[in-house]
């Protein structure tokens, strides 16, 4: 990964996005020394808040099972049918 000042960032910033662009390699921006934000790629960002949705779904339905918050087949298709009337 990248490191770059945010001094650099502030003089260099068109040079600094056409290299994120071309590498798709996020860029850590630091202020005095310490990890400040991350420079990503529009399309590797948009692509990370997809798979977190992903995640948060299964993450749920995992609690929903743990938590015996479940439904056999049948009456998952009674409710199913209930809801698209």
């Not at 662009?21 to 529009?42: C, F, M, N, Q």
């Not at 779904?57 to 099972?65: D, P, V």
Request: charged share 30%.
């Amino acid at each position: 990964m990248k490191t770059e000042l945010v001094t650099n960032l502030k003089r260099q910033a068109t040079k600094i996005l056409a290299d994120l662009h071309s590498s798709k390699e996020p860029v850590l921006i630091t202020e005095h020394g310490r990890p400040s934000a991350y420079l990503l790629d529009v399309d590797d960002y948009e692509s990370m808040q997809e798979r977190l949705k992903i995640l948060e779904g299964i993450s749920r339905g995992e609690i929903c099972y743990l938590e015996g918050r479940v439904a056999s087949n049948s009456q998952a298709k009674e409710r199913m049918a209930k809801w698209l009337r």
